[in-house]
């Protein structure tokens, strides 16, 4: 069994910042990445970024400049610094991870997502 637990979402105004995080546990082999998608609502899921174990990232153009990802292999946790905030990043925010829970098996997973409010 393996649980994504995110933390950091809320309200707040337009060029502000929130810092999202997202623990990893359970019966975790290895993690190969970790990132955060949104949904806005009437909208399809769309990947904001993610980060390897091994440090390579990729951003949604949208966000890119502004929102910054990184990791703690240790912890197996992923964070989500998001900066100059602007209402259009108002979304529910999900994070996910491709990991291993046996050596054969990559599985994704999913957290319950955490809502982000950015008010104009």
């Known amino acids: 069994q393996v649980q994504l637990v995110e933390s950091g979402g809320g309200l707040v105004q337009a060029g502000g910042s929130l810092r999202l995080s997202c623990a990893a546990s359970g019966s975790i082999f290895s993690i190969y990445l970790m990132g955060w998608y949104r949904q806005a609502p009437g909208k399809q899921r769309e990947l904001v970024a993610y980060i390897t174990r091994g440090d390579s990232t990729n951003y949604a153009d949208s966000v890119k400049g502004r929102f910054t990802i990184s990791r703690d292999n240790v912890k197996n946790t992923v964070y989500l610094q998001m900066n100059s905030l602007k209402p259009e990043d108002t979304a529910v925010y999900y994070c996910?991870?491709?990991?291993?829970?046996?050596?054969?098996?990559?599985?994704?997973?999913w957290g319950q997502g955490t809502q982000v409010t950015v008010s104009s």
């Open positions: 996910n991870a491709a990991l291993w829970t046996i050596p054969t098996v990559r599985s994704d997973y």
